[in-house]
């Protein structure tokens, strides 16, 4: 469970990211973050996985403040959290088993276990075929399938997504969305925040538009709102 | 840690070495460049150390008896000197044993001198060790307030400018390597960080899988290791041929009884290891504050 209290950020150069953000996500819900470039979506995001600290307001994620959360402990937080990003994130130089394996490693989890953990998940995106594969002899798709299978791997109760069908092409979008259904499935919270107008309007999801900082709009069932897919 | 995961930072790190192929022979080549100045340096100053020493040991303070003097009073004064602090040691030699020193130490010219072995002028003398030769002089100055001292010689002038020219060399020796050492760490911490630079995107993503940073540090500081002591390899082996060879033509060929150079054994084990010591040192300094400032939150 997230939940965001009189959230503000300000940047070190003045910038006003976040101004008073209150919202409460629950487990195992589904929940696009939309609006205009610049507004803080990116900002909100960062927040849930404290890549970014709030200037002032608690932010609790799986019963723990994050504005309070010291910086020893934050590699503990993000092993319950998976994160998909627009550009992958993926390591060139290593092949999908590996890039996978990679988040199961740093955790200093056992070889065995880690294979199994691996197969599973790569059979769950689809991509059990190509472990042999290395990311520059992939396509965009099947790249962050990669990399969202790397971000469920040690079964985060949530998921955070910036982006992620930001760089691929409205079908290969259609197959992403599909897969984190899928994730949301089992349980898994997914957050992602997102420009893809068709996306949202079809699925019709919980949707939170922030603009200048703050939460304009949250409505269960709803829409895009805004009439370019770039805005 | 456990043995499974150390084993995944000694694979890591190897393998980043081949991986940043040119950035590890730039970083090695630092370290060798480096330890090959200070590693001579070092030779030169053990040299110089060795010698020193053995000049200090080889100063004596030589005490001239009163020729009035009679065998309890000489018992006395032998007491009296025995009692100065730092005084390590005193010998008796009669006159009769100084005239034969003079001749032999005369060489060829010295059998001029027997004839005084009829009458014998020389004084009866104790020849007294200072316990550190820096005090030599402060323990000559008192016991010429000695009663029945007639005359005390310790190479008055010559020693106090042998002390202070030693005192400076070493000085001077140990501020360049020093120097040499603090110039090495920078450049290797910077050809390290330019490795790291290239790498922040795995730094990035291991922290966003959630590895601690000690995790992160590990093979960064297994690389900053095996570049140091990469980068020793070569001037170790240079300097100990070099000096191998330098000591063999000494020894033979010149060989001044006054200057001996340190034996090649165990000198330069002693020495090869010091430099593996500074080489993993520097490695392992230049990683680590490198790596320091990717790691904050």
């Known amino acids: 469970m997230i939940e965001m209290q ?4 300000t940047y070190p150069n003045g910038v006003v990211a976040l101004n008073g953000i209150n919202v409460r996500i629950k487990q195992g819900e589904f929940v696009y973050v939309v609006g205009p470039s610049g507004a803080g979506k990116s900002t909100f995001i960062k927040m849930m996985y404290r890549e970014e600290k709030p200037t002032s307001g608690t932010i609790m994620v ?19 959290i998976g994160v998909v990003f627009q550009d992958f994130k993926l390591l060139p130089k290593l092949n999908v088993y590996e890039n996978v394996a990679f988040a199961l490693e740093v955790i200093e989890e056992s070889p065995k276990v880690i294979r199994k953990k691996v197969m599973e998940v790569l059979d769950l995106v689809g991509l059990k075929h190509k472990i042999r594969s290395y990311p520059n002899e992939l396509s965009g798709g099947e790249q962050q399938r990669v990399s969202i299978a790397r971000s469920i791997v040690n ?6 997504a910036d982006e992620p069908t930001g760089n691929l092409d409205p079908e290969t979008s259609w197959g992403i969305v599909e897969l984190f259904e899928k994730i949301n499935d089992r349980g898994t919270t997914i957050v992602m925040a997102t420009h893809n107008k068709e996306i949202v309007n079809a699925t019709r999801r919980r949707v939170i538009a922030i603009e200048n900082g703050k939460i304009v709009r949250d409505e269960a069932k709803g829409e895009y709102g805004y009439d370019a897919s770039y805005v | 840690m456990t043995l499974h995961t150390f084993k995944r930072h000694v694979r890591e790190s190897i393998k ?26 070092f030779v030169v100053m053990f040299n110089i150390n060795h010698f020193a020493q053995k000049v200090e040991n080889d100063v004596e303070i030589r005490v001239h008896i009163e020729l009035t003097a009679d065998s309890r009073q000489k018992d006395a004064l032998r007491r009296q000197i025995e009692a100065i602090p730092n005084v390590k040691e005193v010998r008796y030699s009669s006159k009769d044993e100084e005239l034969k020193r003079l001749i032999k130490s005369m060489g060829e010219e010295g059998s001029s001198f027997r004839l005084f072995e009829q009458d014998n002028p020389l004084s009866d003398v104790y020849v007294v060790k200072a316990a550190r030769p820096q005090d030599t002089v402060k323990i000559a100055k008192q016991i010429e307030t000695l009663p029945f001292v007639h005359k005390v010689n310790y190479g008055q002038g010559t020693v106090e400018k042998l002390f202070d020219a030693l005192k400076v060399a070493r000085n001077v020796g ?60 070569f001037p170790i082996a240079a300097l100990s041929i070099v000096y191998y060879n330098v000591y063999q033509v000494y020894e033979q060929w010149v060989s001044l009884p006054f200057f001996e150079l340190l034996p090649f054994s165990p000198f330069m084990w002693q020495l090869s290891g010091l430099l593996l010591v500074i080489g993993a040192g520097i490695g392992i300094w230049g990683s680590v504050m490198s790596v320091r400032k990717f790691l904050k939150v």
Not at chain 2, 23 to 41: K, Q, R
Not at chain 2, 211 to 224: Q, V
């Open chain 1, 6 to 9: 009189d959230v503000y950020k």
């Open chain 1, 62 to 80: 799986n019963g723990v403040n994050l504005a309070k959360l010291k910086d020893s402990k934050v590699p503990l937080l993000r092993r319950h």
């Open chain 1, 155 to 160: 079964s985060p109760k949530i998921v955070i």
């Open chain 2, 16 to 41: 980043s070495l081949g991986r940043n192929g040119w950035m590890t022979f730039a970083s090695a080549s630092a370290v060798t460049v480096t330890l090959l100045l200070v590693g001579v340096f």
């Open chain 2, 174 to 233: 140990l501020v360049l390597i020093l120097g040499l050492l603090f110039t090495a760490m920078f450049l290797i911490s910077n050809t390290i960080k330019i490795t790291i630079f290239a790498r922040r995107r795995e730094i990035e993503i291991m922290r966003l899988v959630g590895a601690t940073n000690g995790f992160i540090r590990w093979p960064f500081f297994l690389e900053g290791l095996w570049l140091g002591m990469l980068g020793a390899l």
